[in-house]
C-alpha cells in the first residue's frame, strides 16, 4: 500500500532542495499548526524515526508517523512554480479541512 504519490518533476525539485542545503534524503509530511488558521500539512527535512511509514522515491525517504497516516491516509505532493505561487502542494486521501490542499508550503528544516 503507497503511502505517498509523487510526480517526478516533484521529486527532482525535492531532491535540488535537499542536495542544495546538503541535507540528508528524508523529508516528513506532517500535520502543522499556524495559529491562525485550521491546521495543515507540510513538509520537514527530519531523520526517520522508529516508528515511521516510509517510502523510497528515487533518492528521496519521504516519511510519516503513523497516526498521521491514519489521520489522513496517502498524500499527494506537487510541486508548482508561477508568478504568484511557488511551492509544494500536498492533498491527502481524507483532508484535515476544507481547504486543504490550497495553499503551497515550503520544506521545512529543522
Same mark, same amino acid.
Given at each position: 500500500?503507497?503511502?505517498?504519490?509523487?510526480?517526478?518533476?516533484?521529486?527532482?525539485?525535492? =531532491?535540488?532542495?535537499?542536495?542544495?542545503?546538503?541535507?540528508?534524503?528524508?523529508?516528513? +509530511?506532517?500535520?502543522?499548526?499556524?495559529?491562525?488558521?485550521?491546521?495543515?500539512?507540510?513538509?520537514?527535512?527530519?531523520?526517520?524515526?522508529?516508528?515511521?511509514?516510509?517510502?523510497?522515491?528515487?533518492? +528521496?525517504?519521504? +516519511?510519516?508517523?503513523?497516526?498521521?497516516?491514519? $489521520?489522513?491516509?496517502?498524500?499527494?505532493? $506537487?510541486? $508548482?512554480?508561477?508568478?504568484? =505561487?511557488?511551492?509544494?502542494?500536498?492533498?491527502?486521501?481524507?483532508?484535515?479541512?476544507?481547504?486543504?490542499?490550497?495553499?503551497?508550503?515550503?520544506?521545512?528544516?529543522?
Amino acid at each position: 500500500m503507497p503511502y505517498f504519490h509523487i510526480d517526478n518533476a516533484t521529486l527532482a525539485v525535492i =531532491q535540488k532542495f535537499l542536495s542544495d542545503q546538503n541535507l540528508d534524503p528524508w523529508v516528513r +509530511v506532517e500535520i502543522q499548526f499556524t495559529g491562525c488558521c485550521d491546521a495543515s500539512l507540510g513538509l520537514v527535512a527530519d531523520k526517520t524515526r522508529e516508528t515511521d511509514l516510509s517510502e523510497k522515491h528515487g533518492d +528521496v525517504w519521504m +516519511v510519516m508517523d503513523p497516526d498521521t497516516y491514519q $489521520t489522513v491516509g496517502m498524500v499527494s505532493i $506537487t510541486h $508548482t512554480k508561477e508568478e504568484y =505561487q511557488d511551492g509544494f502542494f500536498l492533498k491527502s486521501e481524507r483532508p484535515l479541512n476544507e481547504w486543504a490542499g490550497f495553499a503551497p508550503c515550503a520544506i521545512i528544516i529543522r
